[in-house]
């Protein structure tokens, strides 16, 4: 079975107990990320889980689009409007090309940094949508607003940054006022998602891993946790 098939079968499932216009929204959606599997241009993993946040914010009273231009180049997975007020949702599996297999944590917290960095500016409020056996690997500071945050190490995680992602290379300025609201943890398997606050996510799933980590000198050259 092919992805567009794939997606015509989460469709289904997904509009299993939805009112009419819910599920003829969510078709709608799903026939834009066909097409898109037809040319190549997402990925399967990607795709059901962009489709299971669509269908939650759906739910919440939200008109939800996928794969939406933000800017020249930068196009978001999920990006929702509710009461004026905009939502960017970013997918991220927690893959690792074969070119990092040496450097894998290293290589996550640039790409989930500069996500946050690069498209929070973008909304209102900005989540990020994992699956439950990836950890997002992010600093502390990035579960807390900018204006909580203790500011050392900024120039640490700014050269991680440059080093992975140039062109264009994120700024200080959006590394400083990044913000996340939501990590979104997708069951693929049961199609449900579990919304948690960033600083519920920090607790659950995050500080004493952090903590563990830091005995290994993990994140490399940076200040230890207090």
Not at 210 to 222: E, H, M
Request: one cysteine or more.
């Amino acid at each position: 079975m092919g992805l567009a098939e794939d997606i015509s079968e989460i469709i289904a499932r997904l509009s299993s107990g939805l009112e009419p216009p819910l599920s003829s929204r969510l078709e709608i959606l799903g026939a834009k990320l066909k097409e898109l599997a037809l040319r190549r241009m997402v990925s399967s993993n990607h795709t059901v889980m962009e489709l299971v946040v669509a269908k939650h914010l759906l739910g919440r009273g939200y008109e939800v689009e996928v794969e939406y231009e933000l800017a020249p180049n930068l196009v978001c997975d999920v990006f929702a409007t509710r009461n004026s007020k905009t939502m960017i949702v970013e997918v991220e599996t927690g893959f690792v090309p074969p070119e990092n297999s040496t450097d894998p944590m290293a290589y996550r917290m640039a790409r989930e940094l500069s996500k946050v960095a690069r498209y929070s500016k973008y909304s209102d409020e900005f989540a990020m949508a994992i699956p439950p056996f990836h950890i997002l690997q992010l600093p502390y500071m990035l579960f807390f607003p900018p204006e909580e945050r203790d500011r050392w190490g900024i120039k640490y995680f700014k050269n991680l940054i440059d080093s992975y992602y140039s062109k264009p290379p994120v700024d200080f300025d959006e590394l400083i006022t990044a913000k996340l609201h939501y990590v979104y943890v997708v069951l693929v398997d049961n199609l449900q998602l579990i919304e948690l606050t960033a600083r519920e996510y920090y607790s659950f799933f995050v500080e004493k891993p952090a903590s563990l980590l830091w005995r290994t000198g993990w994140p490399l050259s940076t200040p230890p946790l207090e």
